[in-house]
Structure formats: structure tokens, C-alpha cells
């Protein structure tokens, strides 16, 4: 089992940047596939990015191609989204999720993540 505190979510101006943190406790941390996901009010909650348990397989929702990058750290139970570029459009609470995956399978589905952060908001300015 694995506990997720997200952070580092705060007001930014459109075209500006932010690294989100999703710090994990637990010993099995490592074992598990990451995802970040985000939910703007009144939509449904969406991929953004994920990350498989060793960090190098990695994949992201077609809009943040390019300008997101998701990585972790093992050593500090860590996993960061560091966004660039962002738009209004971005604003939501995100979260960070974990899904117990064989392989180097890979999923954009909340349902398959079975452990979820508490989220935190990113507001994009315009």
C-alpha cells in the first residue's frame, strides 16, 4: 500500500511554469506506476502524464506533449510533473495516482490507479 501527498500546485500567468511534487510513503513506492491526472471544475478528471515503476517508460496525454515532463526519484519516494507553457484551459486540481502494473503496461484510465492523492490546485491566469 501507498499513501500520496501531491503539492507545489499555486496561481500562475498563462505561458509560465510550475513542478508539481507527489510524494509517496510507504516501502512499496517503488513497485509502483505514477500518474498524474487533473479535473477542472464541472469536467471529468483526466490523463496528463504517468510514469512506470523504474522511470523509463513514460507516457502523456496528446495536449502536454512536448511542454510536460514527468520523472521520478526512487531514492526520496518522489515523483514531479514539471508543466511548461500553460494555458487557462490547465486550470484544475491535480492529482497523483498509483497503479499496481505488470510490465510495461500502460494506462490513461483513473479506474486503474487504485491509490490517489488529495490534489492540488493549479490556477492558470490569462
Known amino acids: 500500500q501507498v499513501q500520496l501527498v501531491e503539492s507545489g500546485g499555486r496561481w500562475v500567468q498563462a505561458g509560465g511554469s510550475l513542478r508539481l511534487s507527489c510524494a509517496a510513503s510507504?516501502?512499496?513506492?517503488?513497485?509502483?506506476?505514477i500518474g498524474w491526472f487533473r479535473q477542472a471544475p464541472g469536467k471529468e478528471r483526466e490523463f496528463v502524464a504517468a510514469?512506470?515503476?523504474?522511470?523509463?517508460?513514460?507516457w502523456y496525454a496528446d495536449s502536454v506533449k512536448g511542454r510536460f515532463a514527468i520523472s521520478r526519484d526512487n531514492a526520496k519516494n518522489t515523483v514531479y510533473l514539471q508543466m511548461n507553457s500553460l494555458n487557462p484551459e490547465e486550470t484544475g486540481i491535480y492529482y497523483c495516482?498509483?497503479?499496481?502494473?505488470?510490465?510495461?503496461?500502460?494506462?490513461?484510465?483513473?479506474?486503474?490507479?487504485?491509490?490517489w492523492g488529495q490534489g492540488t490546485q493549479v490556477t492558470v491566469s490569462s
Open positions: 495516482a498509483g497503479g499496481n502494473f505488470i510490465g510495461y503496461a500502460q494506462s490513461r484510465l483513473p479506474s486503474d490507479y487504485g491509490y
Open positions: 510507504g516501502r512499496t513506492f517503488n513497485r509502483y506506476t
Open positions: 510514469i512506470n515503476w523504474s522511470g523509463d517508460n513514460t
